[in-house]
């Protein structure tokens, strides 16, 4: 916020990447709704931004918060006049107020130590397209996560991204293996800068079979 200006913003959203846009245009929509409510009129908004490039609807964007709408900024926002945030809502009470913060907290807990049930599916199934990539950032990005989401949430199952992504790694060397495969092609299929490397993860893996 500054002397002119009051701005709404909207993100966090960890689920389904393919899904993002349509999240976010929900929650846009849901935030124009509720100040509709809260002060009893549609309000003049100043600016749409939104974080990714502009999809096959980018001109109803405009049409619905008639303003400027602006893609591919850093984050989801949605402006207006900052004088907005002293008017007097017609609705208020005091009460149901205590009652919603309350209820809005509790959400907010909630979401904040939710898993998706197919986290771990989803994750395999982006490890095992991508055998080679050792980029925590662009395997989570596939997942529409931060890094540290992923492994706060990984921990919290009693694993982790790399635990993870060894297994797989494991899982298509041993495969490879029973197909006659040479080290150093499965070294370099598997992203291993030689196969020095892989021998070694090879013998890691042996005793953890032993155990």
């Known amino acids: 916020m500054n002397a002119d200006l009051a701005r ?3 993100g966090g959203y960890t689920y389904r990447a393919d899904l993002l846009v349509l999240n976010t245009d929900m929650c846009l929509a849901a935030v124009r709704r509720e100040i509709i409510d809260l002060i009893g009129r549609v309000p003049t908004f100043r600016r749409v931004g939104l974080a990714f490039p502009p999809p096959a609807h980018a001109s109803v964007y405009s ?10 900024t850093e984050e989801n926002f949605l402006e207006f006049d900052a004088d907005l945030l002293d008017i007097r809502l017609p609705l208020a ?4 107020f205590e009652i919603s913060r309350r ?3 509790k959400r907010e807990f909630e979401l904040s130590h939710w898993v998706p049930a197919d986290l771990v599916g989803r994750l395999f199934g982006i490890m095992y397209d991508n055998p080679t ?3 925590v950032v662009k395997l989570t990005g596939k ?17 982790s991204f790399s635990a993870l992504h060894d297994l797989v790694r494991r899982d298509i060397a041993s495969r490879y293996l ?5 080290t150093k092609e499965i070294a370099a299929r598997l992203g291993y800068k030689n ?3 892989f021998s070694r993860a090879m013998k890691r893996w042996s005793k953890l079979a032993g155990d």
């Open 143 to 159: 997942l529409g996560m931060s890094p540290r989401s992923l492994q706060r949430k990984l921990k919290e199952m009693g694993t």
């Open 133 to 135: 990539c050792q980029d």
């Open 93 to 96: 009470h005091s009460i149901e």
């Open 195 to 197: 196969t020095s490397a």
């Open 8 to 10: 709404v913003t909207v």
């Open 63 to 72: 049409d619905i918060f008639d303003c400027e709408v602006t893609f591919d």
């Open 103 to 105: 209820a809005c907290e």
């Open 178 to 182: 029973s197909e006659n495969k040479s």
